[in-house]
């Protein structure tokens, strides 16, 4: 097996200095379950600080009051060769973020366009090579896929999420490189696994034990995995594949259904 080979990464993050749980919209939150602001920024910060350490480079966006789920950037936009397609949140709790994100882009002179269908970003857009997989199912619209396909000039391929407790893409797949994957199958539906198996013969399949604790919510530059360090099974067979997996714990913000995708947006210039 040859070496894997890290490449630098560009984030966007977002200090959930607003972190709370008071609304529902996926079945991870809980209002009535206290959630502590400080163990979520604690947790957030080791995070950024290791991202650092690999030799990644992190920008931030200023969080904003009233908007607790900020601090999950990859919700925020997807990226691609310069250009921004903006996020449209399906529920309206989360909406401003959208223009919180494309207002942070365009002022540093990214080529940004509002959606006019319901995405929530890397949350449910993957970049993948030359390909984006994409989400549907339970937030980001099938239409929006075709947006999606038109404005960043890449094949998108539609898959369809079934589990409520995987609402989001990135919840239920992950991408470690160009041409490879991990993923969740009983997530998808059957016509979205046909595909997937295509697609990916060779792709690694995560358990319901690595699942539950968001094991695919994961971010890869290449080389290193960065995944929630309950995922143990998920980290022993990335290390098979030649894979450097790195645990951390973020389970404060997985109680609003969100790990360490969640908190990173991908910068392609």
């Known amino acids: 097996m040859s070496p894997r080979t890290a490449t630098p990464r560009h984030y966007l993050m977002c200090r959930p200095a607003h972190f709370t749980v008071d609304y529902s919209i996926n079945p991870?939150?809980?209002?009535?379950?206290?959630?502590?602001t400080g163990t979520a920024l604690a947790q957030w910060d080791q995070l950024h600080a290791l991202f650092q350490r690999?030799?990644?480079?992190?920008?931030?966006?200023?969080?904003?009051?009233?908007?607790?789920?900020?601090?999950?950037?990859?919700?925020?936009?997807?990226?691609?060769?310069?250009?921004?397609?903006?996020?449209?949140?399906?529920?309206?709790?989360?909406?401003?973020?959208?223009?919180?994100?494309?207002?942070?882009?365009?002022?540093?002179?990214?080529?940004?366009?509002?959606?006019?269908?319901?995405?929530?970003?890397?949350?449910?857009?993957?970049?993948?090579?030359?390909?984006?997989?994409?989400?549907?199912?339970?937030?980001?619209?099938?239409?929006?896929?075709?947006?999606?396909?038109?404005?960043?000039?890449?094949?998108?391929?539609?898959?369809r999420l079934v589990d409520p407790r995987y609402y989001h893409l990135d919840t239920a797949l992950a991408v470690l490189s160009d041409t490879e994957i991990?993923?969740?199958?009983?997530?998808?539906?059957?016509?979205?696994?046909?595909?997937?198996?295509?697609?990916?013969?060779?792709?690694?399949?995560?358990d319901a034990d690595d699942a539950r604790v968001f094991g695919l919510n994961a971010v890869s530059d290449g080389a290193?995995?960065?995944?929630?360090?309950?995922?143990?099974?998920?980290a022993e067979r990335l290390r098979e594949r030649g894979f450097t997996p790195i645990g951390v714990d973020l389970t404060e913000l997985l109680r609003a259904g969100g790990a360490v995708k969640c908190c990173t947006l991908e910068l392609r210039r």
Not at 71 to 96: I, S, Y
Not at 224 to 234: D, G, I, K, Q, S
């Open 28 to 36: 991870w939150m809980d209002p009535a379950k206290p959630t502590d």
């Open 182 to 206: 991990m993923y969740h199958p009983p997530a998808f539906d059957d016509a979205s696994r046909a595909v997937l198996e295509r697609l990916y013969p060779d792709a690694l399949l995560a």
């Open 54 to 159: 690999l030799g990644h480079t992190v920008e931030l966006i200023e969080p904003l009051p009233g908007l607790p789920d900020m601090v999950f950037a990859a919700n925020g936009a997807t990226t691609v060769d310069g250009r921004v397609l903006g996020a449209r949140f399906r529920h309206p709790e989360r909406a401003a973020e959208g223009p919180a994100y494309a207002d942070w882009f365009r002022e540093r002179g990214w080529r940004v366009r509002d959606a006019e269908r319901v995405n929530e970003g890397e949350g449910d857009l993957l970049v993948a090579g030359e390909r984006i997989l994409a989400g549907t199912g339970f937030r980001t619209e099938t239409a929006a896929h075709a947006e999606a396909a038109e404005f960043l000039g890449r094949e998108v391929v539609t898959l």
């Open 224 to 234: 290193n995995v960065v995944l929630p360090e309950a995922a143990v099974h998920l």
